[in-house]
């Protein structure tokens, strides 16, 4: 894991904020509707540290176990952050990602929802829960694809009694962004849904007008990623 110095990591966190202000104005909506996750994936504690210390409270983990071995800590000085879990859910890390996540933004397949209603049950908590959908229909990705998504939406609210607070989407990076935030939307309209979670780095302004209440920035904020240590 890498460790940025905390200077030009709050630098960018004042500009990314400023940004999505903007995009916020600029589309005629409040700044305050758009939540920033601050994706710390791959980033020990001491990185994320200084990024708490300034106030920020929105983290989004790619891994259950990750997430698992450094948020603890970090909870216990900072006790109002609400974690994200914005990766692909194994069925076997449900117990645990309902005991540490405050939202799953990932749920994609009936077997993961079934579980994840079990354990809310079980433990008593209620995490907020997103669907992710599978806007550019790509094999290799996560999500539910679009044509299913009213079905299964239908099946996680009715047959296993989640409530579905938003939708989630990972576009292509290889097509413009805007279209797939677009579809997002659409389905969350007829859906009754009006959380979005959308937009990264390189395009979350481009996903503030269209409609997303949530964007995950990693790399803007903390700097480039060293996957070679995990």
């Known amino acids: 894991m890498n460790t940025p110095d905390p200077d030009p990591v709050l630098s960018r966190l004042a500009r990314v904020r400023a940004d999505l202000d903007a995009a916020a104005k600029s589309a005629a909506r409040a700044p305050a509707d758009v ?8 980033f020990p504690g001491e990185a994320i540290r200084p990024v708490l210390t300034a106030g920020h409270r929105v983290f989004g983990e790619n891994k259950v176990q990750e997430a698992a071995e450094k948020w603890p800590a970090l909870r216990a000085d ?42 809310m049950a079980a433990q008593g908590r209620r995490p907020q829960l997103f669907v992710q959908i599978n806007t ?13 998504a009213d079905a299964f939406l239908a099946a996680c609210r009715e047959t296993h009694g989640l409530e579905i607070a938003g939708l989630m989407c990972i576009p292509p990076a290889d ?27 390189a395009d979350y302004e481009t996903a503030v007008q269209f409609g997303a209440t949530h964007v995950r920035v990693g790399s803007a904020i903390f700097g480039p990623r060293d996957y070679s240590s995990g």
Do not use: C, Y
């Open 35 to 42: 939540t920033l996750v601050a994706v710390s994936k791959t």
């Open 78 to 119: 900072f006790p109002d952050v609400r974690l994200h879990l914005i990766g692909p859910l194994q069925s076997n890390k449900v117990k645990d990602a309902v005991a540490l996540f405050d939202v799953i933004e990932t749920v994609d397949r009936e077997k993961i929802a079934r579980r994840i209603a079990a354990e």
């Open 175 to 201: 097509q413009p962004p805007a279209p797939h935030f677009a579809l997002l939307a659409k389905i969350a309209e007829r859906n009754g849904i009006v959380r979005l979670s959308m937009g990264m780095s």
């Open 136 to 148: 550019g229909e790509e094999a290799q990705k996560a999500g539910v694809l679009p044509a299913d």
